[in-house]
């Protein structure tokens, strides 16, 4: 399971990856290991403010169908078009292609509430 030291996770199994003031947000390997094959993807949230913790949309697996929550609060304002027809990317490589949204963050001070990859290692072999 991978787990990159650069990055910022929520107990809720999302990761984030600041760069500047837009954050690119999609689910950890181990959250897409936990579901099994993902088959589709439905993120109807672009354009909107969302608060920390709302949900930003649906991840639908084989076993199962899962929220995905803001790990900050933000404006939705990209979404990873290529999920629609290619939602086995968030299997395959889920911190790079398989990207979920980006989201111009409200207050960066909320990523200082978010667990490192040292804490979210802990947190999954628990």
Known sequence: MKI???????????????????????ITD??????GDVV?????????ELEKG???GTVEAVKTVSDMFMPVGGEVVEVNETLADE???????????????KI????????????SAEEYKKMTEA
């Open 54 to 56: 709302d949900t930003f």
């Open 4 to 26: 990159p030291a650069d990055l910022k996770y929520t107990e809720d199994h999302e990761w984030i990856r600041v760069e500047g003031d837009i954050a690119l947000v999609g």
């Open 87 to 101: 939602p086995e990317l968030i299997n395959k490589d889920p911190y790079e292609k398989g990207w979920m949204i």
């Open 104 to 115: 111009k963050m409200a207050d960066a001070s909320q990523l200082d509430e978010l667990l």
């Open 30 to 35: 181990f959250a897409q290991g936990e579901l």
């Open 40 to 48: 589709f993807v439905e993120i109807e949230t672009e354009g909107e």
